[in-house]
């Protein structure tokens, strides 16, 4: 999803693929305090974990990812996590 539509470098890649591991990490570490029940109906909760997004992914992604490009992603991650919680699907329905 972070690729998707970009043009990019080696390295850039590899730090791409760093970002995603990172914000899957941070998302499962602190998931009682994000991920509480119906989370993504509450707009509280909902922008903690916008913010949680937004902070792992500001400090991993490369720099060729521009604030539109960037937030872009940002929104599609947060619209994927949230159709995710409501399917039920894995470890992001709380």
Not at 8 to 17: H, S
Not at 37 to 65: F, H, N, R
Not at 80 to 88: L, P, T, Y
Request: hydrophobic share 40%; no cysteine.
């Amino acid at each position: 999803m972070l690729t998707r539509g970009r043009t990019l470098t080696k390295a850039e890649e590899q730090r791409v693929k760093w970002a995603a591991k990172n914000l899957y990490k941070k998302l499962t570490e602190h998931r009682d305090e994000l991920l509480v029940v119906d989370w993504y109906k509450d707009e509280q909760p909902m922008l903690k974990g916008k913010t949680a997004i937004e902070d792992s992914l500001d400090a991993d992604l490369p720099t060729s990812y521009d604030v539109p490009s960037f937030e872009s992603k940002i929104r599609l991650l947060l619209n994927h996590f949230i159709d995710m919680a409501i399917q039920g699907y894995g470890w992001i329905a709380a």
